[in-house]
């Protein structure tokens, strides 16, 4: 278990109001991720910090903003929650730490988002 | 456009036969590949990885074979065990700031008795 904690596990929500998902960890790593997954599309990345209020942009980011005011939590936002943005949200943390290739990622157990 | 695609969505195996799940992928700058495996309601975790300097890479009954001209690799699980239901994703990252892992769409393996 890699000390990472996803809250809520499971959220339902209306179209228009703001969501914010958490993700905690005991690791004291500088990198973390927020990945959603979709049939069909595997995982892909939303956001991604390397450090405390350092984060940057990934694949999937329109519509999701982030935080990072502690190292041990990493905020993802939907401003104004859409029914595309319905999906299993997930955190993860890289095993060494350095930011570089051949580093493999733990994950968080996810967090179920409904949006209707 | 997928830089990762897994092209079979499910593949089902006898138990204790072997099971080939695929993964081709269109970014020449990867250098790392993995194989992540997730249970429902579970996060991914991992199973195997290979650099590209290998061909192949062996743990227990997990073997990842990587074919760098084709750009292609794959997952070879011998003996194939119910346990092993899940669905299997590939990954890979290179040379980019931040280790950000592209995965491909998941392959749904059901093993069965």
């Known amino acids: 278990d890699a000390g990472i904690t996803q809250s809520p596990r499971h959220k339902v929500t209306e179209t228009g109001t703001p969501v914010t998902l958490r993700c905690h960890q005991t690791?004291?790593?500088?990198?973390m991720y927020w990945y959603r997954q979709d049939p069909g599309h595997g995982l892909r990345l939303i956001h991604y910090?390397?450090?405390?209020?350092?984060?940057d942009k990934g694949e999937v980011s329109d519509g999701y903003s982030v935080s990072r005011s502690k190292t041990e939590d990493f905020l993802l936002t939907l401003e104004s929650a859409t029914s595309s943005q319905t999906s299993v949200y997930f955190c993860?943390?890289?095993?060494?730490?350095?930011?570089?290739?051949?580093?493999?990622?733990?994950f968080g157990s996810g967090t179920q988002l409904s949006v209707l | 456009d997928q830089q990762v695609k897994q092209n079979s969505p499910s593949l089902s195996v006898q138990e204790g036969r072997i099971s080939i799940l695929n993964c081709d992928y269109t970014n020449s700058m990867f250098d790392y590949f993995l194989w992540y495996k997730k249970y429902p309601a579970e996060g991914p975790t991992f199973l195997i990885s290979?650099?590209?300097?290998?061909d192949k890479n062996e743990d227990g009954r997990f073997t990842v074979f990587l074919n760098k001209s084709a750009k292609h690799l794959s997952l070879h699980i011998v003996p194939s065990q119910p346990g092993d239901s899940a669905v299997y994703f590939c990954a890979a990252s290179g040379n980019n700031a931040g280790n950000m892992l592209t995965f491909g769409g998941g392959t749904r393996l059901m093993v069965k008795p």
């Open positions: 910090s390397y450090g405390v209020k350092d984060t």
């Open positions: 290979i650099s590209s300097i290998k």
């Open positions: 690791e004291n790593h500088r990198y």
């Open positions: 993860a943390i890289s095993e060494k730490d350095r930011g570089l290739s051949n580093e493999k990622l733990f």
